[in-house]
């Protein structure tokens, strides 16, 4: 006897409900606004999650690597910027690996304080002797500084967990929600020495130590937003590497990996159209053929977009993209191959002075931020340091152009000066609120991270952020965005 229809269409129709939905194909193009490290990790996170069968152009006026750029000093190269890498920065070590690149061999040299008149604190080659010199003239505030650092690098350290199951969040805010609950978040809105003084750190050790680590990462004061210092005061305290041959090559290597189709343009702009009832991106650039444009399923934009450093625009949107407000610090690098002038710095005799790394204090007078005896970027085994009395080549970092009685004050003679003019960081006290990753469904912006910290691992960071949202947005994979208790969620995934 026939079944009845019923009979046969429950069971079918429950094979139909518990069968998954048919996956969303891929994108079919992806548009990258910058080849530095963001757009160059973007690209090959983005290829990780969608395939290679992705289409990826990446725009780049100037040159593969941004920032990572390195100078020529008698047919050497020398990094010029973005010189150390943390070694927990763990995004930055699987680069390496993964391109069969190498670190570059670490050669020791001494640092030392300057106040304009004096060395306030001198490292030596004793490690006991250090740490009797920081007890003596501060306390025990190096060990409270210590332990405020590793408090906030554990937590930091949550967010490789969270990536490598898939997580990803749709704002700075819940990223930093995320890590360290609102007390991260609120390290964004107040200082760095702020923080420290709170958690007994004195005030001179503030103003000696903690404001010469932050001019020569930051250019900046201990005003800096506490979450930025203790990212840089991290890199400070532990062991760092670089590597062998130039850090842009973590760039170039990158994008070669993802073959992405590397395009020498500059994106002037995006406008919104839509196709099939989906938003559809075009892309305004000019390039040596003068302008053009091109459609995109999605694009990651991860130049700057503030006024000061853009004049990138945005077309039929509604509502409107709002403007990014907050300016850049400026920033001079100034790679000068000459022969030191000790006596500036207390030694008349040059054989006699001990430090490869001079660090200033915030003394009105001083027109320098930090200046170091840098070593080239390919580094053999018989390399060894040049000698206070010879000549080297030094980086020195200030917010102006040296002028030639400066340069005369640092140098008793040099060969060659080359100069390099930045906006290298966000001016931090220059706006209260962060910049957003979304802007519209399918667009997003990864530079508003540098507004938190800037490193060369934060932005690693939000790359993988980025290639995560736009992969689970894509899919719907809302499960994935912004979840809460995320640390027990992991561990019961474990």
Same mark, same amino acid.
């Not at 343009?265 to 159209?273: D, E, K, Q």
């Not at 300016?327 to 710095?345: E, R």
């Not at 899919?475 to 969620?489: A, G, R, S, T, V």
């Given at each position: 006897?026939?079944?009845?229809?019923?009979?046969?269409?429950?069971?079918?129709?429950?094979?139909?409900?518990?069968? %998954?939905?048919?996956?969303?194909?891929?994108?079919?193009?992806?548009?990258?606004?910058?080849?530095?490290?963001?757009g160059s990790a973007v690209a090959y996170f983005l290829q990780q999650h969608f395939g290679?069968?992705?289409?990826?152009? =990446?725009?780049?006026?100037?040159?593969?690597?941004?920032?990572?750029?390195?100078?020529?000093?008698?047919?050497?190269?020398?990094?010029?910027?973005?010189?150390?890498? @943390?070694?927990?920065?763990?995004?930055? +070590?699987?680069?390496?690996?993964?391109?069969?690149? /190498?670190?570059?061999?670490?050669?020791?040299?001494?640092?030392?304080?300057?106040?304009?008149? @004096?060395?306030?604190?001198?490292?030596?080659?004793?490690?006991?002797?250090?740490?009797?010199?920081?007890?003596?003239?501060?306390?025990?505030?190096?060990?409270?500084?210590?332990?405020?650092?590793?408090?906030?690098?554990?937590?930091?350290?949550?967010?490789?967990?969270? $990536?490598? @199951?898939?997580?990803?969040?749709?704002?700075?805010? !819940?990223?930093?929600?995320?890590?360290?609950?609102?007390?991260?978040?609120?390290?964004?809105?107040?200082?760095?020495?702020?923080?420290?003084?709170?958690?007994?750190?004195? $005030?001179?050790?503030? *103003?000696?130590?903690?404001?010469?680590?932050?001019?020569?990462?930051?250019?900046?004061?201990?005003?800096?937003?506490?979450?930025?210092?203790?990212?840089?005061?991290?890199?400070?305290?532990?062991?760092?590497?670089?590597?062998?041959?130039?850090?842009?090559?973590?760039?170039?290597?990158?994008?070669?990996?993802?073959?992405?189709?590397?395009?020498?343009?500059?994106?002037?702009?995006?406008?919104?159209?839509?196709s099939e009832g989906r938003a559809l991106y075009q892309v305004h650039y000019e390039g040596? !053929?003068? $302008?053009?444009?091109?459609?995109?399923?999605?694009?990651?934009?991860?130049?700057?977009?503030?006024?000061?450093?853009?004049?990138?625009?945005?077309?039929?949107? !509604?509502?409107?993209?709002?403007?990014?407000?907050?300016?850049?610090?400026?920033? #001079?690098?100034?790679?000068?191959?000459?022969?030191?002038?000790?006596?500036? &710095?207390?030694?008349?005799? %040059? /054989?006699?002075?001990?430090?490869?790394?001079?660090?200033?204090?915030?003394?009105?007078?001083?027109? &320098?931020?930090?200046?170091?005896?840098?070593? %080239?970027?390919?580094?053999?085994?018989?390399?060894?340091?040049? +000698?206070?009395?010879?000549?080297?080549?030094?980086? #020195?970092?200030?917010?102006? %152009?040296?002028?030639?009685? +400066?340069?005369?004050?640092? &140098?008793?003679?040099?060969?060659? =000066?080359?100069?390099?003019?930045?906006?290298?960081?966000?001016?931090?006290?220059?706006?209260?609120?962060?910049?957003?990753?979304?802007?519209?469904?399918?667009?997003?912006?990864?530079?508003?991270? !540098?507004? #938190?910290?800037?490193?060369?691992?934060?932005?690693? #960071?939000?790359?993988?952020?980025?290639?995560?949202?736009?992969?689970?947005?894509?899919?719907?994979?809302?499960?994935?965005? *912004?979840?809460?208790?995320?640390?027990?969620?992991?561990?019961?995934?474990?």
């Amino acid at each position: 006897m026939a079944a009845p229809p019923a009979a046969l269409l429950l069971p079918a129709l429950a094979a139909l409900l518990a069968a %998954p939905a048919a996956a969303r194909a891929p994108p079919r193009s992806i548009a990258v606004v910058g080849a530095g490290l963001g757009g160059s990790a973007v690209a090959y996170f983005l290829q990780q999650h969608f395939g290679p069968q992705v289409q990826l152009d =990446v725009y780049e006026p100037a040159g593969v690597g941004g920032r990572l750029a390195t100078v020529t000093v008698n047919k050497q190269q020398y990094e010029s910027r973005g010189a150390s890498i @943390h070694a927990l920065s763990l995004h930055m +070590q699987d680069f390496v690996k993964i391109l069969g690149l /190498k670190h570059r061999r670490e050669v020791a040299g001494k640092s030392a304080i300057f106040s304009g008149e @004096h060395f306030v604190l001198e490292e030596t080659d004793w490690y006991l002797l250090n740490l009797f010199r920081l007890w003596w003239h501060y306390g025990i505030s190096f060990l409270r500084l210590q332990m405020w650092v590793e408090e906030v690098m554990e937590k930091f350290m949550r967010i490789y967990k969270y $990536q490598a @199951h898939g997580y990803a969040f749709s704002s700075l805010e !819940e990223l930093l929600r995320s890590l360290g609950g609102d007390a991260f978040v609120n390290m964004t809105q107040r200082s760095v020495a702020e923080s420290l003084l709170e958690v007994g750190v004195t $005030q001179r050790f503030v *103003d000696d130590v903690i404001a010469a680590v932050l001019r020569s990462s930051y250019g900046q004061s201990v005003l800096v937003p506490a979450f930025a210092g203790a990212m840089s005061l991290a890199g400070a305290q532990g062991s760092t590497w670089a590597v062998e041959g130039g850090n842009k090559l973590v760039c170039s290597g990158l994008l070669k990996l993802t073959k992405a189709n590397v395009i020498p343009a500059r994106v002037t702009g995006v406008s919104l159209h839509s196709s099939e009832g989906r938003a559809l991106y075009q892309v305004h650039y000019e390039g040596s !053929e003068g $302008q053009g444009s091109a459609f995109y399923d999605m694009v990651v934009v991860t130049t700057p977009l503030h006024p000061s450093r853009s004049n990138f625009t945005f077309g039929n949107f !509604e509502p409107p993209i709002a403007d990014f407000p907050g300016a850049f610090q400026p920033s #001079v690098t100034s790679v000068v191959h000459g022969y030191l002038n000790s006596s500036y &710095f207390g030694f008349p005799d %040059p /054989k006699l002075f001990p430090f490869a790394s001079i660090l200033t204090t915030d003394t009105p007078d001083l027109f &320098f931020n930090a200046m170091d005896n840098i070593c %080239p970027v390919n580094i053999s085994a018989a390399f060894r340091r040049k +000698q206070p009395q010879e000549a080297a080549v030094w980086r #020195v970092l200030s917010q102006q %152009p040296l002028d030639k009685q +400066q340069l005369k004050t640092l &140098f008793r003679s040099y060969y060659s =000066v080359q100069v390099t003019e930045w906006q290298t960081y966000p001016r931090y006290d220059a706006a209260k609120s962060l910049p957003p990753i979304v802007l519209h469904e399918n667009l997003f912006y990864l530079s508003g991270v !540098e507004w #938190v910290a800037s490193s060369m691992e934060m932005i690693a #960071v939000a790359a993988k952020n980025v290639a995560l949202l736009a992969h689970n947005r894509w899919h719907q994979d809302l499960e994935k965005i *912004d979840q809460k208790d995320l640390m027990h969620k992991v561990k019961t995934e474990l």
